[in-house]
């Protein structure tokens, strides 16, 4: 009978953290959550890592490498490439958040041109002291937000849709691109604050930032040309929010590897993905890269992206 009450015992430890890509979308606190899965399924294999040795129930090593899986797929499966052929016509996309408390803005940006990118995004650049490269025929500098766009190629800032929050810190862009006109949008997204102050309104946090996503997502749905989406979103891989907008768009940026772009010392446990670039799901990528800004608490992105070959 013991032996019996140690075998379910063991494969009710095993199974269960499956259960979290059974409940994961159930409510919109699991993505916070999913913030900590990094931290909280190492956490729960020790312990039960350390119970095992202390009880002398060998059996439940089982579930100890169970949850270390379960960890590495929920973590690392957003990160893992997606095979697509490279793009057509295609043109390269930099978008970096620099940091405005940087004191090294002008480096950071240098960082980011360096990526010779013929759309560049810049956010919080805009109270950096640089000058932009010639080649870039336009600039566009917003004068309500620290956002600054470069580009090679013919752009026009175009009027906010109706439907956007009210402070919502992004830009609706045209460009005339090599696969034709296209809009897009450079989205910085509400942060949820998570220290002891905020969790309090940590809800109401979230539900700004999901009015702010799902008006992304409507005003894209109805524009006439093809939209390329990329920003600080300060959304992980692993959450809820991700999901749906890739249900809609491509992630450009896993042509490669994924890994983190919010590299602030005291959230590098956390692992978290939180910029991104996503283009319609009839576009293609290639070149993807993840580059160091210096003195930002975030990593750059760069990619290839145009039409998939018909």
């Keep these: 009978m013991r032996a019996k009450r140690l075998w379910v015992a063991a494969g009710v430890v095993s199974l269960a953290p499956w259960m979290w890509f059974v409940v994961r979308n159930r409510t919109l606190l699991l993505d916070v959550v999913a913030t900590g899965l990094p931290l909280i399924f190492p956490a729960v294999a020790l312990g039960i890592g350390v119970y095992a040795a202390v009880r002398n129930r060998r059996l439940l090593v089982v579930g100890v490498v169970s949850w270390l899986v379960a960890g590495a797929v929920a973590v690392g499966g957003p990160w893992r490439p997606q095979a697509v052929p490279p793009p057509v016509q295609s043109f390269r996309v930099v978008e970096a958040n620099v940091n405005s408390r940087n004191p090294t803005i002008g480096r950071a940006v240098a960082d980011a041109l360096a990526r010779d990118g013929d759309l560049v995004l810049l956010i919080e650049a805009g109270k950096g002291k640089w000058t932009p490269p010639p080649e870039y025929t ?45 809009v897009v949008y450079l989205a910085h997204l509400k942060r949820p604050h998570l220290g002891p102050r905020r969790i309090l309104s940590i809800r109401r946090q979230l539900q700004a930032q999901r009015r702010e996503r799902e008006a992304l997502l409507r005003s894209a749905r109805a524009e006439r040309v093809p939209v390329v989406v990329a920003g600080d979103f300060n959304i992980s891989d692993r959450s809820r929010a991700y999901r ?67």
């Design 244 to 310: 749906r907008i890739t249900s809609r768009f491509r992630d450009a940026t896993r042509t490669g590897w994924g890994g983190p772009t919010y590299v602030k010392t005291s959230w590098r446990p956390f692992l978290l993905r939180i910029d991104h670039i996503f283009v319609p799901r009839d576009w293609c990528s290639a070149r993807a890269e993840r580059f160091a800004l210096q003195g930002s608490d975030h990593r750059g992105l760069a990619v290839d992206v145009g039409p998939c070959p018909r």
């Design 138 to 182: 336009t600039i566009i500098r917003p004068q309500y937000s620290a956002q600054v766009i470069l580009s090679r190629f013919p752009a026009r800032l175009l009027d906010k849709p109706a439907g956007w929050p009210k402070n919502f810190r992004a830009h609706r862009m045209e460009v005339d691109a090599p696969t034709g006109r296209i």
